[in-house]
């Protein structure tokens, strides 16, 4: 009996705390802040006589659910997305692919005043873009936050511009810290169950301070639709974009000529020390200032200076914003032993499109295409055709098939075994995760979005 008491005594006492706590959210009100940050934020429409750059769309995943949620025009059309002001000259940020190729950009303010705008810059490998617009006044503009802060469950805001509706704001929580969504070589995005759609690209995501913490990018769906899986750029991750793209109209990125991996293996330091985690060199760059300092395929990175690295993605970082010129020390571990070197961090090499001219692909057997998992050969007819897939290869997942053709790879047709390779290196250089391929399978066009290997570099 007295059990059942205790029992019936503590079950009202929590069914009165859930009570308490739901009237505290029912008393939350998020007016006061979307009352002063609104201002900050614009709408973007665009006209463009020509498609969107499709290759923008390799923010989509490995998963075939991820998906980029902005709109795919066709040309001709207007564009919708968001943006918002960074200070009260009238400097934007965007996505770039709510801008690019665009002939015109027209900002709408929160007074729906409007305003033709110019671009900056803009950062394919990030999707940032920086604007401007020319107004008689001096601009409301938002702040930056410190997304590093950021803890799983707390409260965040979006706002922005859906389907082309006008200022929008959704609440929810982060979800989920560093997400890995395959989409480049900076992936680290925040999840957010607070609903993001068509047209809120490049919108801010804001925490409880008013602070921008995020900028939004994409969602997982299966529809297109929102489906309380959302993503965001981390602000931190951007500053380095955004301050480069304001100074110098373009981003300069630190880069020593490595690719690597994460690396799994236990190293002993010591007798009483070990380390998990550091990059695993894969292979070097000719002529790099990793090359000409004697690092070699098969050392493991564990430390930048005196800092610890645990993964790829955060080395590639690193690297990247480390200033062009900057000499760094990598601790290095191979065979056994700690090795300290020194590194100049040299100027990240620019990427030539294979529309101007091709870059170039490393030297391995013609027809084999390690990258996509594929071995081609020329027919006799002149077409590309698939001999072998390899295994475990996304092209297996994908359902690609010995003797299918490949027609084109990013909307770029392919004529030769030295263009397929020459546009997975452009890939590879632009740090993408993704490639499109379009290939006859039994007398059908199909087009496939393959993942493609070996694309962390630093």
């Not at 706002?159 to 200022?167: K, S, T, Y």
């Not at 690209?201 to 995020?214: D, E, I, L, R």
């Not at 057997?365 to 077409?383: I, Q, W």
């Amino acid at each position: 009996m007295l059990r059942k008491i205790i029992f019936i005594l503590v079950a009202f006492l929590y069914s009165g705390n859930l009570g308490a706590q739901e009237n505290n959210m029912m008393g939350i009100s998020f007016a006061p802040l979307v009352e002063k940050l609104s201002p900050g934020v614009v709408n973007i429409s665009t006209l463009r006589t020509e498609p969107a750059n499709s290759e923008k769309a390799d923010v989509f995943s490995t998963n075939e659910y991820i998906r980029d949620y902005f709109l795919q025009d066709e040309g001709g059309k207007t564009s919708l997305g968001s943006g918002f002001l960074i200070d009260s000259k009238g400097y934007i940020v965007t996505n770039n692919h709510v801008i690019d190729k665009a002939n015109e950009i027209i900002v709408t303010l929160y007074d729906d005043s409007q305003y033709n705008a110019v671009v900056i810059g803009s950062d394919k490998m990030t999707d940032l873009a920086l604007i401007k617009i020319e107004a008689d006044k001096p601009l409301p503009f938002v702040e930056f936050g410190n997304s590093d802060e950021l803890k799983v469950g707390d409260w965040i805001l979006a706002i922005g511009n859906p389907f082309g509706l006008g200022g929008s704001v959704t609440a929810g929580i982060v979800s989920a810290k560093s997400r890995d969504i395959d989409a480049g070589s900076y992936d680290n995005f925040i999840q957010t169950d607070a609903s993001i759609n068509q047209g809120s690209s490049g919108g801010p995501m804001f925490n409880m301070q008013g602070k921008v913490v995020g900028i939004n990018t994409a969602i997982f769906s299966s529809t297109g639709a929102s489906m309380g899986v959302g993503f965001a750029t981390p602000i931190n991750l951007s500053k380095f974009v955004i301050e480069q793209l304001v100074q110098k109209g373009k981003v300069e990125r630190g880069w020593i000529g490595i690719k690597g991996s994460t690396s799994s293996k236990n190293i002993s330091l010591s007798a009483n020390q070990n380390f998990s985690g550091g990059v695993m060199v894969n292979s070097l760059s000719d002529n790099s200032p990793a090359t000409k300092a004697g690092i070699e395929a098969g050392d493991i990175i564990i430390s930048i200076n005196g800092n610890d690295i645990k993964d790829i993605k955060s080395f590639s970082r690193l690297i990247a914003e480390t200033n062009v010129g900057t000499p760094i020390i990598l601790r290095l571990w191979r065979n056994n032993l700690i090795k300290d070197i020194e590194i100049t961090v040299a100027l990240m090499p620019e990427i030539i499109s294979p529309s101007s001219g091709k870059i170039a692909a490393p030297e391995k057997p013609l027809g084999y295409v390690e990258e996509l998992g594929l071995v081609t050969a020329t027919s006799d007819n002149g077409d590309i055709k698939i001999t072998e897939v390899l295994a475990d290869s996304d092209a297996v997942i994908k359902g690609i098939k010995s003797g299918d053709i490949i027609r084109k790879i990013d909307g770029q047709k392919v004529s030769s075994m030295e263009d397929i390779r020459s546009y997975v290196a452009y890939a590879l250089a632009e740090g993408r995760a993704m490639i499109e391929v379009e290939v006859i399978s039994d007398g059908i066009i199909q087009s496939l979005r393959l993942k493609v290997s070996g694309n962390d570099q630093g």
